[in-house]
């Protein structure tokens, strides 16, 4: 309260996460050992219960306090990134669905659907898909839409590979949504792909 949680080192805030210590070791010690557990503490990011419960002192109540609090870190930051959203600025639509699809191994497409003073509403995941490839009928992309009145739409789906060059396919399945969304009346403004490594919009690169 003094300092502001912003002046605490990560493994401060995590004995704060963890509540209490062990016989052996206190709150601070037992999170300084989870914390240095792996090369990088990114590995936080994506525990499981079983994989934090491997660490000694770490039980059940202590693994679901951890995986708690950074969910909630996560599910703020995606909020916070979702009303920051810039149409003009495909990067902020891609920093948006690069931390919410960041455990993702598999292939997810969503959509962003907007409203018409372009202001994004709402998102869904359409597909889940494998390593390399996540299907999807227009039907699917545009019942959403059409349920919520929305006037446009923006495509995004990841690739886990850690390459965002769009493939043949997204192409085409993009031309494809574009060609429906004229009929029905549902803009698709752009198609981005999300990776690790960066992001491509298809819309940038005149692939639409």
């Not at 699917?140 to 995004?156: K, M, N, P």
Request: proline content about 3%.
């Amino acid at each position: 309260m003094r300092l502001g949680a912003e002046r605490l080192s990560d493994e401060e805030l995590l004995a704060i996460l963890l509540g209490t210590g062990t016989r052996r070791e206190n709150a601070l010690q037992l999170a300084f050992q989870l914390s240095h557990s792996a090369p990088s503490k990114r590995w936080l990011l994506h525990a499981t219960h079983g994989e934090l419960m491997k660490i000694s002192g770490i039980g059940q109540t202590k693994a679901c306090r951890i995986i708690a609090g950074i969910t909630l870190g996560k599910r703020l930051l995606e909020e916070q990134d979702f009303f920051e959203i810039r149409l003009s600025d495909p990067a902020t639509v891609a920093t948006y669905f690069r931390h919410r699809l960041s455990d993702e191994q598999r292939e997810v497409l969503c959509i962003i659907l907007l409203n018409v003073r372009l202001q994004p509403v709402e998102t869904h995941i359409v597909s889940i898909g494998t390593l390399t490839e996540a299907k999807a009928h227009p039907r699917e992309i545009f019942v959403s839409a059409l349920r919520s009145g929305a006037a446009s739409l923006i495509l995004a789906h990841n690739h886990p590979s850690g390459d965002p060059e769009p493939s043949t396919e997204d192409v085409r399945l993009t031309r494809r949504l574009v060609r429906a969304g004229h009929i029905l009346g549902v803009e698709v403004i752009d198609h981005i792909v999300v990776s690790a490594n960066g992001y491509v919009s298809l819309k940038e690169r005149q692939l639409m």
